[in-house]
């Protein structure tokens, strides 16, 4: 499979739970990035990694929020202590450099109870 | 001022017609735009990028983009009932690393 594949699908959390995302991009990409989905919206930038540098995270973003991309392969990205208003599609998607278009990965649906 | 906007819909249109979407975008330094298709509880799919003033063709896919007017479109010929689906434009921020802004979506339906 030469997608981008992201774990788990679904996830079901407690309101104050931290919960972890993990995503694994195209090999040949370089640059990864997360984007939150909320019904009727488009994706929502959250941060962006070029290897294994993280290079913009978005000003909205809370603290609870955490992504990490060691050795520039995989990525995680963390929420502690979840809100209601977290929950929402979490989408990776990664590409080959600069002004391409992104291949996304199937999301992660977070629904925090 | 939405950086990027479109408008909702649902835009009807029969089968085998042509369907028009359009986007609008506020930062006149953007250079690169993007047609994305989103099934219902889908992630988005690129279907089209057109980077230059003019039109682009793919199969049944026209991209248009006007910076002038910071404008650009999606045409699809010969609508087909697959083609139903929520059309995300999306625009590069300038120096921004290629993030992309998304609009909100076009939501087409296309009628037997």
């Known amino acids: 499979d030469t997608g981008v594949s992201q774990n788990p699908r679904h996830k079901i959390t407690k309101r104050g739970q931290n919960v972890t995302f993990r995503c694994d991009p195209i090999?040949?990409?370089?640059?990864l990035y997360w984007y939150r989905q909320t019904l009727g919206q488009g994706p929502e930038f959250l941060t962006y990694?070029?290897?294994?540098?993280?290079?913009?995270k978005s000003r909205l973003l809370s603290d609870r929020f955490s992504a990490e991309r060691p050795k520039g392969s995989f990525s995680t990205l963390e929420i502690q202590r979840t809100e209601q208003g977290d929950s929402a599609m979490y989408l990776c998607?990664?590409?080959?450099?600069?002004?391409?278009?992104?291949?996304f990965g199937s999301g992660t649906r977070l629904t925090v109870v | 001022q939405k950086e990027v906007e479109q408008n909702s819909g649902p835009l009807s249109v029969p089968e085998g017609a042509i369907a028009s979407l359009n986007c609008t975008y506020s930062?006149?330094?953007?250079?690169?735009f993007f047609w994305y298709r989103q099934y219902s509880g889908k992630s988005p799919e690129l279907i089209m990028s057109?980077?230059?003033?003019g039109d682009k063709e793919d199969g049944r896919f026209t991209a248009q983009l006007n910076k002038a007017s910071q404008y650009v479109s999606l045409l699809i010929r010969d609508s087909q009932p697959s083609d139903s689906a929520t059309y995300l434009c999306a625009v590069s921020t300038p120096g921004g690393g290629n993030k992309l802004t998304f609009g909100t979506g076009t939501q087409l339906k296309v009628e037997l």
């Open positions: 998607a990664s590409s080959f450099g600069s002004n391409y278009g992104y291949t």
């Open positions: 090999s040949e990409h370089n640059r």
């Open positions: 057109i980077y230059s003033n």
């Open positions: 930062d006149r330094g953007s250079q690169s």
């Open positions: 990694f070029q290897n294994e540098a993280q290079l913009e």
